[in-house]
């Protein structure tokens, strides 16, 4: 139960409205077993700094997690 209150309180600060939204990013990442378990820390290293920070750091987390699926980040 601690856990899910912990996921409510990040979701909150992250901005994210959907609890949705956060817990399938969050969670997938272990789907991803082409990922070394190094490669998703660093990813959710970046959700946790995108929770703390700033726009900035969000857009980091986001061109991270699109660029270890081997995709290019949109916008500027």
Do not use: F
């Not at 956060?22 to 959710?44: F, G, K, N, Q, V």
């Not at 920070?53 to 660029?67: D, E, M, N, P, Y």
């Amino acid at each position: 139960m601690a856990n899910r209150d912990l996921s409510h309180r990040l979701a909150r600060r992250a901005g994210v409205r959907s609890l949705r939204v956060w817990h399938s990013l969050w969670y997938r990442l272990e789907m991803l077993p082409h990922l070394m378990r190094r490669e998703i820390d660093a990813i959710r290293s970046g959700l946790l700094q995108c929770i703390e920070g700033t726009q900035k750091r969000r857009r980091v987390a986001q061109v991270s997690l699109v660029r270890c699926r081997g995709g290019q980040p949109k916008g500027p």
